[in-house]
């Protein structure tokens, strides 16, 4: 289960890439969108921020979205383990995905964190 620390930090690096976004006129990023491949009804994957580049393509209300997007990154929960989290990346990047951030936080604390909001 997602902490209030790890929602900041997911806050966060969406706030940065909104501002990428902005600068440069294209893509999309969500928190949280779940995406499935086509033809596998078993792996839907919610990473915890994704971008997508093309922000041409309808956006989808109902489901799962039918690509994983460009760039996923995925923060480390006090649940997940190291496998997991390398797992995660290896499906991402085997179907579609150009880049996979993995974040993994040592010594992180919300009076650190306090002074990037």
């Known amino acids: 289960m997602p902490t209030e620390l790890h929602g900041i930090i997911v806050a966060n690096l969406i706030a940065a890439l909104w501002l990428v976004i902005k600068a440069g006129g294209c893509g999309r990023v969500g928190a949280e969108i779940r995406n499935r491949m086509p033809g596998d009804e078993h792996n839907?994957?919610?990473?915890?921020?994704?971008?997508?580049?093309?922000?041409s393509r309808p956006i989808v209300e109902r489901g799962a979205v039918s690509r994983m997007p460009d760039i996923a990154a995925e923060l480390k929960s006090p649940d997940d383990s190291y496998k997991v989290m390398r797992e995660k990346a290896d499906y991402y990047l085997a179907n579609g995905a150009?880049?996979?951030?993995?974040?993994?936080l040592k010594n992180a604390s919300s009076k650190c964190m306090r002074r990037d909001i």
């Open 98 to 104: 150009h880049l996979v951030w993995l974040i993994f």
């Open 44 to 55: 839907a994957r919610q990473p915890d921020v994704s971008y997508f580049a093309d922000d």
